[in-house]
């Protein structure tokens, strides 16, 4: 069974000694109303499809738009909220927003169109997006521009590099009664300015090529992150063409007039939700960890939200609320991004509780959610996995859906076995690491070199204990500047990288026991972070085989380790680990 990350799974662990991941959380006051009961995954004959978005339509159901096959690039999936597909309408183009007008009409955006669908699903209209126009013109600046920069650098860069030739040649004189002392420091220093111009070329070469106007950047360009509609206009966010952010256009429901309303506005990692409560237009401003209201003309009225680093009336990770959806009564429904969390908000940003917490990737990604108020049903995009994870009232859930059960019972059979302190021996990995990822070893070393395991699921983790005085602060300057790039890339996120490495309150979670393995993923501060698939060799020893995403994504490498101590078990569990 393959599974998602990250995974919540502590769930009903069913062993004396034993706190739930759950209630953890609701002895810390984040008491939810619901709880995911199941998933809905798009498939075509059997096969899943890439979800890219979905909403919920006037019938309740989950309107999915999901990408294509070879006969066309995209398709909206029609599901039921028990999982039965109703309908498929094929499109003319990749849509990547969807979203209904208060009297019927669905409009769709992505790959540079923007359509209007009757109730039925038939194209009644399809344009160009208005931030692209027209392609050939937008291609023709661009390269322009690209070629204004690149002149720009070049010269920058001859000036730079003229400035060091010159020293250069100053250098290669050796002065008269020159000492050996003062040799070789003029021959360090000759050196250090040849391979200063050798940088500066590959610098260059990097930088032009950066600078080709190709396909991923005109997709980049023709992407849309979302799009609403009130009784008489519609707003879609698209990327900017020149610089970073977004900006938002207002049009007509027959896709005319288009008018930029928001010239310039931040998304983390190319995400930018919005929506609207039929007034106003409400942006997810997920970098300033507000909601922001504004007016149609895109004048800023008013926002609130803030930042918070557990489960309270603000959000946390990197960059949130990652996505809103706007409720018939007046409430906003907020989503996090790597932590799963649906939260209910006054449309003053009082806080109105906790729905529930979905199981969704880890990193700045794409959360859509929908709310069926007819059965109280709440949805939440994993996109990592590609489906919608379902959430229900709690009268309604399972006592224990299946996941939990299977991380029960992997607890139940091998969670005792990894109780206690373990120290990494192997300094580097015993199979082959990625790809580009030849600082893992360094990394794990630095993050998880030492771990103590508690049985209520805390983890203290850090680089392996050293005598040296200066271990912590050489830990800390580690995590600061050798990973952080390499931590950044794996997770979309510098801050979140840096807190999965330094830990603050971590947690780990049983996923499953397979072939002989125990999977378990390690939380920061409620942020799913790594995961490991442990495999115990005896004599206290062990095999951990870390991963990003779950036990089923490459591996980042594996490492030897042993016990050192029994201290984090606790009295309960001691004899425990010694019948191992």
């Known amino acids: 069974m393959r599974w998602s990350f990250p995974l ?49 339509g006037p019938d309740n159901n989950l309107w999915m738009a999901c990408a294509g096959s070879a006969n066309y690039p995209g398709a909206i999936m029609i599901y039921t909220g028990e999982g039965v597909l109703v309908k498929s309408i094929p499109l003319s183009f990749l849509p990547q927003a969807i979203n209904f007008s208060p009297e019927g009409s669905l409009f769709v955006a992505g790959s540079g169109k923007i359509a209007r669908l009757s109730e039925e699903g038939k194209v009644e209209i399809e344009i160009d997006a208005p931030n692209i126009g027209d392609k050939e013109e937008l291609v023709r600046s661009m390269k322009e521009q690209a070629e204004t920069r690149r002149k720009q650098m070049e010269a920058a860069m001859a000036s730079q590099t003229k400035k060091l030739e010159e020293q250069i040649e100053k250098l290669q004189e050796a002065p008269e009664g020159e000492t050996e002392t003062a040799k070789a420091r003029r021959e360090r220093r000759l050196k250090l300015l040849k391979v200063t111009i050798e940088q500066f070329k590959e610098n260059a070469e990097q930088s032009e090529a950066s600078m080709v106007v190709d396909d991923s950047i005109l997709s980049r360009l023709a992407s849309s992150t979302g799009i609403t509609a009130t009784d008489d206009d519609v707003f879609v966010a698209c990327p900017k063409t020149q610089g970073y952010g977004y900006g938002i256009w207002r049009m007509s429901h027959d896709l005319k007039e288009p008018k930029l309303v928001v010239s310039d506005v931040s998304g983390c990692c190319g995400q930018l939700d919005i929506q609207t409560d039929g007034e106003h237009l409400i ?20 926002g609130w939200g803030k930042r918070v680093g557990k489960d309270e009336d603000g959000w946390g990770s990197c960059c949130n609320p990652m996505n809103v959806r706007c409720c018939a009564n007046g409430e906003v429904l907020t989503a ?40 109280n049903w709440h949805y939440m995009m994993n996109e990592d996995r590609s489906h919608v994870a379902v959430l229900v009232p709690m009268d309604q859930a399972p006592a224990e859906t299946e996941d939990e059960r299977i991380a029960r019972e992997a607890m139940a059979s091998m969670g005792k076995f990894l109780f206690g302190t373990w120290e990494i021996q192997s300094s580097k990995s015993e199979t082959k690491l990625m790809e580009g990822m030849e600082s893992m070893s360094e990394f794990i070393l630095n993050g998880f070199g030492h771990m103590e395991f508690s049985p209520d699921g805390h983890l203290v983790k850090g680089a392996k204990r050293a005598a040296t005085k200066g271990a912590k602060e050489s830990e800390s300057a580690a995590s600061k500047s050798l990973f952080g790039a390499l931590l950044s890339a794996v997770t979309g996120s510098s801050e979140q990288a840096e807190q ?36 115990f060799t005896g004599n206290d020893e062990a095999k951990f085989s870390f991963f990003y995403g779950d036990p089923s994504a490459p591996s980042y490498g594996t490492f030897i380790y042993k016990r050192t101590s029994l201290e984090a078990c606790g009295k309960d569990c001691t004899s425990s680990c010694e019948k191992k």
């Open 8 to 56: 919540v799974k502590f769930g009903l662990i069913g062993i004396a000694g034993f706190v739930s991941f759950s209630s953890i959380l609701e002895a810390a006051g984040s008491e939810a109303t619901h709880k995911q009961a199941r998933s809905i995954a798009p498939t075509v004959d059997g096969r899943p499809v890439k979800l890219e978005t979905f909403c919920v």
């Open 283 to 302: 942006i997810a401003e997920n970098t300033k960890f507000e909601v922001g209201y504004y007016d149609r003309d895109g004048k800023r009225l008013h």
């Open 336 to 375: 996090e991004s790597s932590i799963g969390n649906i939260k209910r908000y006054s449309p003053t940003g009082e806080y109105l509780g906790l729905v529930g917490k979905a199981k969704v990737a880890g990193g700045c990604k794409h959360v859509a959610i929908g709310f069926d108020s007819d059965r």
């Open 500 to 535: 999965m490495l330094i830990g603050g309150q971590a947690k780990w979670q049983a996923i499953q026991a397979k072939g002989g393995k125990f999977d378990i993923v390690t939380v920061d501060d409620n942020v799913p972070g790594f995961g490991a698939s442990v495999e």
